[in-house]
């Protein structure tokens, strides 16, 4: 019985001084969400749409978010490509070709008499090949990420403009392949978001993202902790070059045409800024999808709103280069209320 009691105290103890705590003030509530990385550009995201909006009611109708999605799904993609190799330390400056190459090879290989899944195979294949030349270049010869992929991207772009002849096609195919990979509505929003949480899960929480990250951060440590670092590397290009891939078939077939000019570097520094206010560190180390999708809607709201406001087209690169500066000193503001916080 004595037991019992004792038991029963404790219990109605613990209740009273749970009660008794104080509730956690407002602004350290604030505090505690500004310690996520994404909080920074999150914050600028919000901005940005209530301006926006504010500025031209338009800015939130369905119509119109359906186009700042669909923009910020292919810059969100190509974002995470840059992600899982700038964790690394590294950049691939060929993902914007592959992009337009991808397609065009799937075009052809339908042409060619294959049946359209197995082309579109072949299209995301294309891919992984560019992805495994550059991983070749770098890992096994030595040769800069930046040298090895900027020599690609002539390259895929030089073979794109010469199977093209430099004019756009239709996308091939009918039915349910053609809804599926983009077609359809929404699906290449879907598309992103799928590929987006995937990612997210593979590196927070698998030994693949967990060893990425450690090899960013150390990669010699790394290596004598028995980590296969190079195989790491090789895998991360092969995989920026698959996404790269998937989205410009995808795209391709929302769109309904292939054009070799599509992507390219515009695409390519959209997806890298988009990694980089989202919080990921172009030194390695650490990285976020989540903060590089963020990264993407800021980047294609930013395009649509100046559109819906009539803004010359030529001063979108001036307000890129503007809000790229703001958000990434909010986000070192933000990572210094994080230290202080902790």
């Not at 996308?171 to 699906?187: E, F, K, N």
């Amino acid at each position: 019985m004595k037991v019992g009691n004792n038991v029963n105290s404790q219990a109605v103890n613990s209740e009273l001084h749970a009660e008794s705590k104080p509730p956690v003030p407002k602004w350290q509530r604030t505090k505690q969400m500004l310690q996520y990385r994404e909080a920074g550009i999150g914050i600028v995201a919000v901005l940005l749409v209530v301006v926006f909006q504010l500025l031209d009611s338009s800015f939130l109708t369905v119509a119109n978010l359906k186009v700042v999605f669909q923009l910020s799904a292919e810059i969100a993609v190509v974002a995470i490509a840059e992600v899982i190799v700038m964790v690394l330390g590294e950049i691939d400056l060929s993902v914007g070709n592959v992009f337009a190459f991808a397609p065009f090879i799937m075009y052809f290989a339908y042409e060619a008499g294959l049946p359209l899944i197995v082309a579109v195979v072949v299209g995301l294949l294309s891919g992984v090949a560019v992805g495994w030349v550059n991983a070749i270049l770098h890992v096994k010869l030595h040769v800069p990420s930046f040298i090895a992929t900027l020599a690609t991207l002539y390259t895929v772009l030089g073979i794109t403009l010469l199977m093209s002849g430099g004019y756009p096609v239709d996308t091939p195919g009918s039915g349910w392949i053609v809804a599926v990979m983009g077609g359809a509505g929404w699906s290449v929003v879907v598309w992103a978001i799928v590929i987006g949480i995937i990612w997210h899960f593979l590196l927070k929480r698998s030994r693949f993202g967990i060893y990425t990250v450690a090899v960013g951060s150390n990669a010699v440590g790394s290596r004598e902790v028995g980590i296969p670092t190079d195989r790491i590397r090789m895998l991360n290009f092969v995989l920026a070059g698959l996404l790269a891939a998937t989205i410009g078939i995808v795209e391709g077939f929302n769109v309904g045409s292939i054009d070799p000019l599509a992507g390219g570097t515009s695409l390519l520094l959209e997806g890298i800024a988009a990694a980089v206010i989202g919080g990921t560190a172009m030194t390695g180390g650490s990285g976020t999808i989540v903060g590089a999708a963020i990264g993407a809607f800021v980047i294609a709201a930013l395009n649509d709103g100046m559109n819906l406001l009539g803004v010359n087209a030529y001063l979108f690169d001036v307000v890129l280069g503007v809000a790229i500066a703001v958000a990434m000193i909010i986000n070192i503001r933000v990572v210094r209320l994080r230290g202080t916080i902790r």
